[in-house]
C-alpha cells in the first residue's frame, strides 16, 4: 500500500495489533501517506523508530463509570483518556460523551489531536477522552451526577500541567462546569484544568465560538490564497447544527455567503433564503431540540424538512462545511458534491470525509482543508484560555479573536510551505500532516527514547 518499506512496515504491525480499531486506522493511514517523503528525507526518524512511537499512546486509561439515575436505577457506562503524545505540552483535547464512544474512536481522535495541536503553534501534547454515555433524554440532574462519576476518576489522570480535557460533541459549558466543579472539589484545587469554562470562573472570550470562527478563517484565508476568492456570494452547506456548525454558519454569513443547510442526526433543514442561526441556536443550544423545529418555527418561505443525514450532501452549494462526525461524507456523496458545482470542502469535524471522499476532491481540484487544520481553531482559543489562566488575567473579545485569525492564517500559509519543500504545492493536506509532523518528531528526538 505504501511505497516506503518503513512506512509500510509501521502500518502493518499497527494494522495487525490494533485490527479492530477501523477508525484510528484510518486516521494513522491518512498522515503516513503524507509523510513518505519526510521519512525519507530523514532517516533518523526511522532509527529512532519515531512513526512506531507516534502511532502508540503514552497511556490509555479505560474506567468504569457507576452512576444513579432519576428513577433510583444505577447506570454503569464506560470512559477512556487517551495521553497519546506529550512531546510538545501537556495532553490536550476534548472529551466526546456519544453513544458511539470507543477505544476506535477516542484514539483516531487523540492522534489527530497531536499534529493537530502542533500547528497551532502552542505549546500541547496530543490526548482525548470520552465515555459512551447518551446525554439524549437524560435529565439536568442525571447530567451533573454523570459528570461527577466521570471525574470522580478521571481527576486522578489529569491536571493543569499533565492533561487538559475540553469538550467534543455533547460537551459543552453545562458539562465542563459539572466537571470543573468535581475536580475542585476532590482534589481542592482551583486551578485552569479544563478549558471551555464559563467566563466567571476562567473560561476565554471566543473559545465558545473559536472553531466555528477558526473554520471560516481558515477557508477564507486558503480561498483567497489559492483561488483568489472569497466568501462572497457563495452558497454554502453546513452539516450539523451544535457548536462547530452554528458559529461557522454565523461567521460564513458575515462574510457574505448564503449558508442554506444545517442538519442534526435525524435529518436536515434546507432553507434557500439562508439559515436563520438565532433560531437554530434556540432550537439546538438553549431547547435542546431538534432540527425539525425548525421547519415549523421559522418564518422563511420554501424551507423544507428531509429525514436522513445523507441527503444534505445533494443540495448544490459552492462551499461544504461538514461539522458533525467522523465519515459522514462517503465517495457517492462527494462525487455529488462536486457534480453539483461544490469546489471547496473545510472539515470543521474531525475525520469527516472518507478516505474514497478524499480522493474524489483530490481528482475533481476542490480546495479541501483537512479536519486538523481548518478545525484547529477551537484547541488554539483552548491553549490561549491556558495561558490566561496562568497569567491570572483575561484578554477581550476582539483581542483573542485577532489572536485566532493569525492561528489559522498562520496554518494555512505553513501548511503550504511544508506541502511546497516536499514537491506537493497547493496541497493542504499533505502540507497540515507534514508540518503537524515535523515539529513534534523533533521534539520526540531531542528527548531522547521515551
Ligand atoms: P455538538 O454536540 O455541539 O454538535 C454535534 C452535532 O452533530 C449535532 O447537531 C449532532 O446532532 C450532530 N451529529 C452527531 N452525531 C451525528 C451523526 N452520527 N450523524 C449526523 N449528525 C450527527 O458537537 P460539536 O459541534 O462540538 O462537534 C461537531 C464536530 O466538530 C465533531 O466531529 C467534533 O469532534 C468536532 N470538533 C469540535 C470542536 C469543539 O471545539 N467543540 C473542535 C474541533 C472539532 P444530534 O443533536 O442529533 O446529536
Ligand atoms: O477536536 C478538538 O480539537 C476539540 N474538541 C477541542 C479540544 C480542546 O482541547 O479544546
Redesign the pocket.
Known amino acids: 500500500m505504501f511505497k516506503n518499506a518503513y512506512i509500510q512496515r509501521v502500518y502493518e504491525k499497527v494494522s495487525k495489533r490494533d485490527s479492530d480499531q477501523q477508525e484510528f486506522l484510518q486516521a494513522v493511514q491518512e498522515v503516513f501517506e503524507s509523510l513518505e517523503p519526510v521519512v525519507e528525507r530523514h532517516p533518523e526518524y526511522e532509527n529512532a523508530a519515531i512513526l512506531e512511537r507516534l502511532v502508540e499512546p503514552e497511556r490509555l486509561v479505560k474506567f468504569r463509570v457507576a452512576w444513579v439515575d432519576d428513577s433510583g436505577k444505577v447506570q454503569v457506562n464506560r470512559g477512556y483518556r487517551v495521553q497519546f503524545n506529550s512531546a510538545i505540552g501537556p495532553y490536550k483535547g476534548?472529551l466526546?460523551f456519544?453513544p458511539?464512544v470507543s477505544e476506535s474512536v477516542v484514539k483516531f481522535?487523540g492522534f489527530e489531536q497531536i499534529l493537530k495541536n502542533s500547528l497551532t503553534t502552542l505549546p500541547m501534547g496530543g490526548g482525548k477522552g470520552g465515555s459512551d454515555f447518551d446525554p439524549?433524554g437524560k435529565s439536568d440532574a442525571e447530567v451533573m451526577r454523570f459528570c461527577q462519576a466521570f471525574m470522580t476518576e478521571l481527576q486522578r489522570h489529569i491536571g493543569q500541567f499533565t492533561d487538559v480535557p475540553?469538550?467534543?460533541?455533547?460537551?459543552?459549558s453545562r458539562e465542563i462546569g459539572y466537571l470543573f466543579g468535581q475536580y475542585k472539589r476532590v482534589r481542592d484545587e482551583y486551578s485552569g484544568v479544563l478549558t471551555?469554562k464559563n467566563l466567571e470562573f476562567g473560561g476565554s472570550l471566543v473559545?465558545t465560538e473559536?472553531?466555528g470562527y477558526g473554520l471560516c478563517y481558515y477557508t477564507q484565508e486558503a480561498l483567497k490564497v489559492l483561488r483568489n476568492d472569497s466568501f462572497k456570494d457563495k452558497t454554502v452547506v453546513i452539516?450539523?447544527?451544535?457548536?462547530?456548525?452554528?458559529f461557522a454558519a454565523q461567521k460564513a454569513i458575515s462574510l457574505g455567503a448564503n449558508v442554506v443547510t444545517?442538519?442534526?442526526?435525524?435529518g436536515y433543514i434546507y432553507d434557500p433564503q439562508g439559515i436563520d442561526v438565532e433560531l437554530v441556536k434556540r432550537i439546538?443550544l438553549e431547547q435542546r431540540g431538534?432540527?425539525k423545529e425548525y421547519a415549523d418555527l421559522t418564518d422563511h418561505a420554501g424551507v423544507e424538512y428531509h429525514e436522513g443525514?445523507e441527503g444534505i450532501w445533494t443540495v448544490p452549494c459552492n462551499i461544504a462545511l461538514p461539522?458533525?462526525?467522523?465519515n459522514?461524507i462517503n465517495e457517492q456523496s462527494a462525487r455529488t458534491l462536486v457534480e453539483n458545482g461544490c469546489t471547496v470542502v473545510c472539515e470543521?469535524?474531525?475525520?469527516?470525509s472518507t478516505p474514497e471522499a478524499i480522493s474524489v476532491y483530490k481528482n475533481a481540484n476542490v480546495l479541501y482543508g483537512p479536519?486538523k487544520a481548518a478545525?484547529?481553531?477551537?484547541?488554539a482559543v483552548?491553549g490561549l484560555e491556558m495561558s490566561q489562566n496562568s497569567y491570572r488575567l483575561s484578554w477581550s473579545f476582539g483581542e483573542a479573536d485577532k489572536k485566532l485569525q493569525d492561528i489559522m492564517q498562520n496554518i494555512v500559509s505553513n501548511s503550504l510551505a511544508a506541502a511546497k519543500e516536499y514537491g506537493a504545492e497547493g496541497d493542504l493536506m499533505t502540507g497540515a500532516n507534514i508540518a503537524g509532523f515535523e515539529k513534534v518528531a523533533q521534539a520526540m528526538l531531542a528527548q531522547g527514547v521515551l
Open positions: 476534548g466526546r456519544h458511539t481522535l439524549k475540553a469538550g467534543d460533541i455533547n460537551v459543552g471551555g473559545r473559536a472553531t452539516s450539523g447544527s451544535g457548536n462547530v456548525a452554528i444545517v442538519s442534526d442526526s435525524n439546538k431538534r432540527i443525514c461539522c458533525a462526525t467522523q459522514e470543521g469535524a474531525n475525520m469527516p479536519a478545525n484547529a481553531g477551537g484547541v483552548s
